[in-house]
């Protein structure tokens, strides 16, 4: 019984592991995407050439996330205090991101290689597959009312209000409109459930072809079966 007990609690938490590393590389892809999605003002909004713009936008990005340079160096767009105060509590947050994402991927594929070779891996499927129809249903839940989830977010993960943007005293935002991050989100969710998707694939035909080699092994033992039969006749 426990025995039965240690080998589900381990498909539990190599699920949770998988999970991590999904959305640690669904964010590390979505960032990185996001220069696809900046809103590029007008001459008269910022007086900057789309190349100026979208050189500073990939300064941010690298600050955000490596552990260098230390200090947000934007050349072209001027920001006040409070938004490099804001965006370094950003760092904050997408550097522990990745360094979770990573540890739970390296976990992952061991934990996944270990349940292969033990015969295991079908313990593994139905846990993840309830979480991806629970993931399903509740991923709908901050599409419908973005813009007030989207504050109540920032509420919740930053002590301050560093994130509230003046475009005034800080322009960078008018890259960032609300359908900047809506846009993002969605990206967000499609990469999450593509890779659970690849993920799901990769382990039925796993399972299939463990099933497929059993079948064939024990169909090669009942046939020397039959074959000495014939010859002792």
Known sequence: MNGQLIKNVRAIVTVVLCVLAVIGIALFVTVNLSTLFIHLPSRGQLN???????????????????????????HNIPLSPQAASHFRDVRHLMLASELIGLGSLVSAVWLLRKQKRQGQLWRVLLPLKWLVYLFVMVVWIPIINFSTNFICFHQLVFNNYNWVFVPDRDPIIILMPEQFFWQLFIAFVVIILVLLGLLWIWMTFQLGFLKLRTDKANDSRYQCYDDNGQDND
């Open 48 to 74: 900057l050439s789309p190349v100026a713009i979208r050189a500073d936008y990939r300064r941010l990005l690298l600050y955000l996330q490596q552990p260098w340079p230390a200090h947000l160096c934007l």
